[in-house]
């Protein structure tokens, strides 16, 4: 007598043509072709690119983090031996305790500058940019790892910078704001995190980023009241150094630690902190349409 075949739970999956879905002998269905299987955020994906970025940057941290801290206590020291003479007072406080925040926040944004404007860029003339397009992250998830890893430099450098600064003698870091110090120093390393991945997505090689660095970015970190006051400048001047958004993110972190600031009262400064929110909202909206539609990188 034959024996008859008892239903094998391994066997190979059965397909429904109407649905295009696959099921197994049990409960288990995939879905559909085209149907999307992760929904939501990609929080491994995410998590993959933002340690590949951090990484990156931690191999050579003695290029990245140490040393931006040793070029920044240069110009404390060269700027406080020229301006800082006689005990020259600056809103109420030694030249060298004025000086001090603006050059830590000035090197978080340039340094989170360089990180973001190099991973699209990089990718592109090494032809490794596939590796950052095929992956399933959204726009919005491949523009907030790049940011998030351009942060935490810019993180690890202002502390490096702090630490360096608070060595030199006649420097004081008390902090008077707390809110202020870590509110400007996130916004202005998150707007040049911004401003870094927007030109990686435009520029096609080094010179052009090096451009933007050396022509836009540089002349408007030292032309922002980093070292002096707005209000000793013709009215002219004034007006432009206003509308620099650098000099409201170095003067609302200078606030943070001296409890003054050119920008104005507290409320000036609130206001300030506002205004900057949602210029990086402004920002982010632009860079997230651009890296959306493929510009300069699926072509």
């Known amino acids: 007598m034959q024996k008859q075949a008892s239903p094998n739970p391994s066997a190979s999956p059965d397909r429904d043509i109407n649905s295009g879905s696959y099921a197994t002998s049990g409960s288990i269905r995939f879905p559909a072709r085209g149907e999307p299987v992760i929904t939501g955020i990609n929080r491994v994906g995410l998590f993959a690119l933002y340690m590949k970025e951090v990484r990156r ?15 920044t206590l240069l110009f404390l020291v060269i700027f406080t031996v020229a301006l800082g003479r ?67 430099r810019a993180v690890a450098v202002g502390c490096a910078v702090a630490l360096a600064m608070s060595l030199w003698p006649g420097v004081s870091l008390s902090v008077e704001h707390l809110w202020a110090v870590v509110w400007f120093g996130l916004m202005g390393s998150v707007m040049l995190a911004l401003l870094g991945l927007g030109t990686s997505i435009w520029a096609e090689k080094f010179d052009h980023n090096a451009a933007i660095t050396n022509f836009v970015i540089a002349p408007l970190s030292l032309l ?69 539609s493929g510009w300069k990188l699926k072509s």
Not at 127 to 132: A, W
């Open 57 to 71: 940057f931690l191999k050579v941290q003695t290029q990245t983090i140490w040393a931006p801290a040793v070029t």
């Open 86 to 152: 006689e005990g020259r007072e600056v809103l109420g406080v030694p030249f060298a305790s004025f000086v001090a925040p603006g050059l830590i926040v000035m090197g978080m944004m340039q340094n989170a500058f360089a990180n973001s404007s190099f991973s699209l860029l990089s990718g592109k003339i090494q032809g490794t940019i596939i590796d950052l397009l095929m992956p399933p992250l959204s726009p919005g998830e491949l523009m907030g790892g790049i940011v998030l890893a351009a942060v935490t």
């Open 224 to 292: 922002s009241g980093t070292f002096y006051v707005i209000d000793n400048l013709a009215p002219a001047f004034q007006s432009v150094s206003r509308a620099n958004p650098f000099f409201y993110v170095i003067s609302g972190f200078r606030y943070g630690f001296l409890g003054e600031s050119d920008i104005g009262s507290s409320s000036a400064v609130m206001t300030a902190a506002i205004g900057i929110a949602a210029f990086n909202i402004l920002l982010a909206l632009i860079v997230y349409l651009v890296l959306r």
